[in-house]
Every structure is written in structure tokens, then in C-alpha cells.
């Protein structure tokens, strides 16, 4: 008979030669003979974890670890294979452990980085990846990963120099971009703000001076300019440079789909003449990362499933996301779904077998694959909404198709595209129901009898100019409470910002971790007030409050994502809640809070006219023209 020794030797050879299941056989069978042996233990649980049996695979690898606790190999092993499956924090901790046998491992240090960043504690990962980044000072890579996690933790100056040095060291010329775009999430000031915009322009200009080569965007950068929009400043220019400067690099951007490039459908969308479409419908494709229970899903459901099917086909191209019962619907209602992968060059390639008319993009500037994707010209007629209410500076995008009431006078110099103004909202959205029984604010742990200021948007729309205006509430009101909600766990940073400018109010300032849709829905129509940031106005959940009659104090901007509340306003025909100023607003705001017969007034009269908002087959209507009439 073989003995245990020739057996393990087999399965050795069985393992290296990736017969991991015939390994894990052997590897059993010297177990029976040797049970403590502790290099079959951790080879059979190799094995099994290489052939899909993790949880058995980890087991046998602690048990070798228990039986030669000073063998480093094990405990790599284990950290190694927690991570891969998903498992960080147990990974992080053996990390630790196997940093302990082996303190100057560069892949540990590294995988003990990769942990802590996916599990959001950047700060902390910042500690192992700079060890191996002093060990290994010359690794374009190292320095790419610290830039990427300090970039994360909010820590700017040192993202911005490691994505430098990474640079220099060839680690590839997305990495200049990157820099470019490293933008604070919650400034800390409004000279912060403007510090990083001119740092982009700065590194925008050296990268002018460079011919640069990116090959695939999505994974050299994987950024947008997103973070530009809170700024409350005109962007045409620095999205119009960034545009350029990708178009340059990565000329496979523009790729033009074979239908799009005859003369005469070039013709045809230049001048606003249908072209030779007489007798059939025009074939319209509406496309997002975000078509899913998501803000963009639920504000283009109504578009979606209402657009007349007499004359246009509506064909939705869904990226890989949730599959939940928006999804499901919006895939049931279009005349045609199309899946399409997360591939830049493939996508391109199945939408341009469609041949669309139109290509209808919800929103451009929160998902790096629809942003990079709007370079290439699949359809004669590419227009793009407010789903993310900036211009692109993308020259492929004909169209910006806005909200006239939310617009500005001269609002068209804010675009690269060219503005098209319609009547109504321009979205078909539903008007939202309270479940039942109906949550208040004590269900969310706030005080009954304090006055209820709720500014519910995500965190980075909260500019340092509106600081003073939300301290000067609470002073005002000394039984008011505001009240944020911070789903992503960024809040700390923003109450440190009023917190010392406004000492004395501090205490009432409250963050409420994220709820769900239908809690967030009752805590709105709860509140006395809600208040609209100023610079980015909100917009489903200026309609959701409106829904409920929850007076939504508003100071427009001067661009139209600064608007959206002051158009909704407009088109019900009311401005009690609409300040010419700072200072008008806070008045408002405390007059609506610490007066509860005006506030029933305003909340009547909102009641009374909000139905505008909702259900708007107008908005679809004014849509609909001007496909027919510029496609």
C-alpha cells in the first residue's frame, strides 16, 4: 500500500495542477491516517475553497492554523480567502493576524487596505497602504491606491499627490484626471470650493500640455466632474474642457453607429426636417444606470409607460442592477428591453443595432458608463433631462430638455446643449401615498414637541453659503430642531462645519441614519417646514413634501438646479414659501414654523393646488412634439 507520505505527494501534484476536487479526495484520505497533520488540513482546505466549498475550506484551514499556529502560510492563506469571498471584516482581522507572522508583507498590508476602504473606514486604511507604499515607493499602483482612499476620506491634498506621483511613475494618464477631479463631497468652506476648482482647471491645463492616452475611461478614471454641481457656480466651461480633453485621449469615445452617418440624417436633425420616416413610428430609447427603485426610475416611470405608442417605440436599455419591481415594470411596459453590459464597446454596439431615432438620456453625471457612453452618437437625435440638473459639455448631446418655470432668463448660456424650455414639470410622476398606520416624528426618536426643520437631501448639497441662513433659524427658534437624514454615514463633517459656527445651537441639530422610501415619505409630511438648500434645490423630494402640503421654503439660484422648488411654485400659481434672500427666507422659514395658522394657511393652499405636479400627461405631451418635430 502507498504510503501516507506518496498520497500526500499525489495530491500535491493533483492540487498544482488544478485537480482541486481529486486533491481534496487524497487529501482526505491521509486525514483519516493522520488527522493532525497539519499541511494536508491546509491543503484540503485550499482545495475545497478553489472548488466552490468555502465555508468547509475555511474550517480546515483554521485547523491547521490551531495545530502549527506559527506558520505564516495559514494564516495568509485564510486572510486571502476571507477577503475573496466577500467576508471583510473577519478578513480584516486575519489580515492582522498574518501581518503579525509576517510584518513587512507588502500583499497583506495591501489586502488589509482593500478591507478596511470596502468596508468604509478609510481613514484607518490609509495606515497599511502608506507601509506598503514606504516599502514600495516606486509602484505606480501603491500610490494609485492611496490617492483613491485618501481621496474618499475627504483627504484631498495627499489624494491629489499620490495620484501625481502615480502618474509620473507611467501608472497611466486617467490617473491625471482623477486629480482633476478630486472634489470635496461636504467642503468645509466656501474658499475650499473654490480651491478645488482651480486646482481642476490647473491640472485640466497640464493635461492640455500632455498628449494623453486613455484606453478604457471607465477603468483609468471611473470618475464624473458629479461633485461640480454643489458648487453653485456656472460649469459649462470646466465640463466642456474635461469633454474635449476625453474626446482626445480616447478617440474610441466617438464611435458612430452606420445609421447615423448619412449625410441626409445629419441634414434632416440640423435643420428640424423629420427626413424619410413618413409611415412609421420613431423609435425613441430611453437609457440609465438607475432604472431601478431610484430617484431617476421613479421620476421617468410615467414618460416611460405613457409616451404615445402610436408614434414612437419606446425602447429602454437597462445596465446591469437591481431587479426590483420598478425594474420589472418598466421592462414590461416598453415596447422592447435590452440588456446591456457594463462594456463601453459592447453597448455601443448593441444600441446601434437598434438604429433608434432618439436616444433619451434621464440623467448625465452620476454613473461614469452613461456619461462616457453620451460621447458616441447612436442615434440622429441625443438629448438628455434633468436627472442630474448640469450641462456635460459633451458634444454628441443636442438637446437639453428642462423645465421652463425653473429656468433662469439667459439660462441658455449655462448649457452646451442646446436648452429646450417645455411647459409643466416635464416629468409624469405619481403622487406618492402615506402607508398606514402613518409614522410621525416620534416614530424616528424626535422630540413631539419641538418644531420640526427637515432639509432632507443628501448631505453634499449643503453648501457653506447656506450655513448661516440654517444657524440663524435655530436662533430664532429656540424650540425648533433641524433635521438631516445621512444615509452614507457623511454627517459628522457637515455638523463639525455649523457646529463652530454656530456653538450655541449645536445641540439641536440632529442626523437621522437613512430610512426607506415610505419613512422618508412620512417623515416629509411630518415636518412644520421643510427647507430647500440653497444653490441645489430639490426636486422628488420638494414633490414629495408638496404632496402632503409641507410648506418647502425656497431661495432659487441662479442656475436651475437651483430652481427646481421655485417651479414647482410657479406652475401652482403660489409663492408664500419663495425668499428674495437670505435673510427673506430665514423670516419665512421661523414665520412658518412658530405660527401654526399660517402654516395650516400655506399647507391648505399647497394642498389646494399641488395636483399640477402629479400625473402631468402635459409634460409627456410637450415631450412628445418635440421628438416629432426636431427627429
Known amino acids: 500500500m502507498a504510503s501516507i507520505q506518496d498520497v500526500f505527494t499525489h495530491a500535491q501534484q493533483l492540487y498544482a495542477a488544478g485537480h482541486f476536487a481529486e486533491a481534496a479526495v487524497l487529501a482526505r484520505a491521509v486525514l483519516r491516517l493522520a488527522p493532525d497533520h497539519a499541511l494536508t488540513r491546509h491543503m484540503l482546505g485550499t482545495a475545497l475553497c478553489a472548488s466552490g466549498q468555502g465555508e468547509e475550506g475555511l474550517a480546515h484551514i483554521g485547523m491547521a492554523m490551531l495545530l502549527d499556529p506559527g506558520q505564516p502560510v495559514y494564516a495568509v492563506n485564510r486572510a486571502v480567502l476571507l477577503h475573496s469571498l466577500g467576508l471583510r471584516a473577519d478578513a480584516a482581522a486575519a489580515f492582522?493576524?498574518?501581518?503579525?507572522?509576517?510584518?513587512?508583507?507588502?500583499?497583506?498590508?495591501?489586502?488589509?487596505?482593500?478591507?478596511?476602504?470596502?468596508?468604509?473606514?478609510?481613514?484607518?486604511?490609509?495606515?497599511?497602504?502608506?507601509?506598503?507604499?514606504?516599502?514600495?515607493?516606486?509602484?505606480?499602483?501603491?500610490?494609485?491606491?492611496?490617492?483613491i482612499v485618501a481621496q474618499r476620506a475627504g483627504q484631498l491634498d495627499e489624494a491629489r499627490r499620490a495620484y501625481r506621483r502615480a502618474?509620473?511613475?507611467?501608472?497611466?494618464?486617467?490617473?491625471?484626471?482623477?486629480?482633476?477631479?478630486?472634489?470635496?463631497?461636504?467642503?468645509?468652506?466656501?474658499?475650499?470650493?473654490?480651491?478645488?476648482?482651480?486646482?481642476?482647471?490647473?491640472?485640466?491645463?497640464?493635461?492640455?500640455?500632455?498628449?494623453?492616452?486613455?484606453?478604457?475611461?471607465?477603468?483609468?478614471?471611473?470618475?464624473?466632474?458629479?461633485?461640480?454641481?454643489?458648487?453653485?457656480?456656472?460649469?459649462?466651461?470646466?465640463?466642456?474642457?474635461?469633454?474635449?480633453?476625453?474626446?482626445?485621449?480616447?478617440?474610441?469615445l466617438l464611435y458612430t453607429a452606420a445609421h447615423c452617418q448619412e449625410p441626409h440624417d445629419r441634414e434632416c436633425r440640423q435643420s428640424g426636417r423629420m427626413g424619410d420616416r413618413a409611415g412609421r413610428r420613431l423609435r425613441v430609447g430611453f437609457i440609465s444606470d438607475y432604472f431601478h427603485n431610484h430617484t431617476i426610475g421613479m421620476l421617468n416611470e410615467g414618460l416611460i409607460e405613457r409616451l404615445s405608442r402610436e408614434r414612437f417605440e419606446v425602447v429602454l436599455f437597462l445596465t446591469p442592477g437591481p431587479d426590483d419591481d420598478l425594474r420589472r415594470h418598466l421592462r414590461m411596459v416598453a415596447d422592447r428591453a435590452v440588456d446591456i453590459p457594463g462594456?463601453?464597446?459592447?453597448?455601443?454596439?448593441?444600441?446601434?443595432?437598434?438604429?433608434?431615432?432618439?436616444?433619451?438620456?434621464?440623467?448625465?453625471?452620476?454613473?461614469?458608463?452613461?456619461?462616457?457612453?453620451?460621447?458616441?452618437?447612436?442615434?440622429?437625435?441625443?438629448?438628455?433631462?434633468?436627472?442630474?440638473?448640469?450641462?456635460?459639455?459633451?458634444?454628441?448631446?443636442?438637446?437639453?430638455?428642462?423645465?421652463?418655470?425653473?429656468?433662469?432668463?439667459?439660462?441658455?448660456?449655462?448649457?452646451?446643449?442646446?436648452?429646450?424650455?417645455?411647459?409643466?414639470?416635464?416629468?409624469?410622476?405619481?403622487?406618492?401615498?402615506?402607508?398606514?398606520?402613518?409614522?410621525?416624528?416620534?416614530?424616528?426618536?424626535?422630540?413631539?414637541?419641538?418644531r420640526l426643520y427637515l432639509c432632507p437631501q443628501s448631505l453634499f448639497k449643503i453648501h457653506p453659503d447656506y450655513d448661516e441662513a440654517l444657524i440663524a433659524i435655530l436662533r430664532r427658534d429656540r424650540d425648533g430642531s433641524l433635521v438631516f437624514v445621512d444615509p452614507r454615514g457623511q454627517g459628522a463633517a457637515l455638523v463639525r462645519r455649523l457646529g463652530a459656527k454656530g456653538p450655541d445651537v449645536a445641540g439641536r441639530i440632529r442626523l437621522l441614519p437613512g430610512v426607506g422610501a415610505a419613512d422618508f415619505i412620512a417623515l416629509a409630511a411630518d415636518a412644520?417646514?421643510?427647507?430647500?438648500?440653497?444653490?441645489?434645490?430639490g426636486g422628488k423630494t420638494s414633490l414629495e413634501a408638496l404632496a402632503f402640503g409641507t410648506p418647502v421654503v425656497t431661495w432659487p439660484g441662479a442656475f436651475m438646479r437651483g430652481r427646481h422648488t421655485l417651479g414647482f411654485y410657479t406652475l401652482m400659481g403660489l409663492d408664500d414659501c419663495v425668499a428674495s434672500d437670505p435673510a427673506d427666507y430665514v423670516d419665512r422659514a421661523v414665520r412658518l414654523g412658530t405660527d401654526p395658522l399660517l402654516r395650516a394657511q400655506v399647507r391648505r393652499r399647497i394642498l389646494e393646488r399641488s395636483g399640477v405636479l402629479f400625473d402631468d400627461e402635459a409634460s409627456i405631451r410637450a415631450i412628445e412634439r418635440f421628438f416629432q418635430e426636431t427627429a
Not at 493635461?207 to 471607465?218: Q, Y
Not at 405619481?430 to 419641538?450: N, V, W
Not at 412644520?528 to 434645490?537: A, G, I, R, T
Request: hydrophobic share 40%; proline share 7%; with cysteine.
Open 167 to 252: 502618474w509620473r511613475l507611467g501608472g497611466g494618464d486617467g490617473l491625471l484626471m482623477r486629480e482633476a477631479l478630486s472634489l470635496p463631497v461636504i467642503a468645509g468652506s466656501a474658499a475650499e470650493i473654490e480651491e478645488s476648482r482651480a486646482h481642476c482647471a490647473e491640472v485640466l491645463r497640464l493635461a492640455r500640455e500632455h498628449s494623453l492616452r486613455i484606453d478604457d475611461p471607465l477603468r483609468e478614471v471611473g470618475l464624473t466632474s458629479f461633485f461640480l454641481s454643489y458648487h453653485g457656480l456656472d460649469n459649462r466651461a470646466l465640463n466642456s474642457e474635461l469633454a474635449a480633453l476625453y474626446g482626445r485621449a480616447c478617440p474610441s
Open 96 to 147: 492582522r493576524r498574518a501581518l503579525r507572522l509576517r510584518p513587512g508583507d507588502v500583499r497583506l498590508l495591501d489586502g488589509l487596505g482593500s478591507c478596511l476602504a470596502d468596508q468604509g473606514h478609510n481613514p484607518q486604511a490609509l495606515t497599511p497602504l502608506k507601509h506598503q507604499l514606504a516599502l514600495e515607493p516606486g509602484m505606480a499602483a501603491a500610490h494609485r491606491k492611496v490617492a
Open 343 to 450: 462594456d463601453l464597446d459592447a453597448a455601443r454596439r448593441i444600441i446601434a443595432e437598434v438604429q433608434l431615432d432618439v436616444l433619451y438620456y434621464t440623467d448625465i453625471g452620476m454613473s461614469p458608463f452613461t456619461y462616457f457612453l453620451a460621447f458616441a452618437r447612436l442615434a440622429p437625435l441625443q438629448c438628455l433631462s434633468w436627472g442630474h440638473p448640469d450641462t456635460t459639455g459633451i458634444p454628441t448631446l443636442d438637446c437639453f430638455l428642462s423645465c421652463d418655470a425653473m429656468e433662469p432668463e439667459g439660462g441658455e448660456a449655462h448649457y452646451s446643449e442646446r436648452l429646450v424650455r417645455l411647459p409643466g414639470p416635464t416629468v409624469c410622476y405619481r403622487r406618492p401615498q402615506l402607508a398606514e398606520p402613518r409614522k410621525t416624528r416620534i416614530d424616528f426618536g424626535l422630540a413631539a414637541e419641538s
Open 528 to 537: 412644520d417646514v421643510m427647507l430647500d438648500p440653497f444653490h441645489y434645490s
